[in-house]
């Protein structure tokens, strides 16, 4: 996982970061949110979903934080993660890095 800005993120730490961004989100909903955005394109399981959630908030990109109050909830209580402001600017500077990116392309597919 790039810790590096100048790096280019995967596409589930994209995704992932994208989907918190709206606000905080416990795992499951984290999935579904990167399972629509990505139009199906990406569908992690819940392993590789929590490794990548570890590794995004061991570099300062998500914090664990409160969710809204839904009530008791059966089973094992939810975690909610949110975006802190070192992600939301690794996730601009990626996003940047995207627009950039397809500019190029339009460029050289001769698009305006």
Known sequence: MPTDPTT??????????????????HGYAIRDAVEHDSEGALSPRAGSLYRVIARLTSAGWLRETEGPDEGPHPGRERRYYGLTPQGR?????EAARWRGAVALAERRLGRP
């Open 8 to 25: 280019p993120l995967s596409g589930l730490e994209y995704h992932l970061l994208l989907a918190v961004a709206r606000g905080p989100l």
């Open 89 to 93: 600017e690794v996730l601009r500077d």
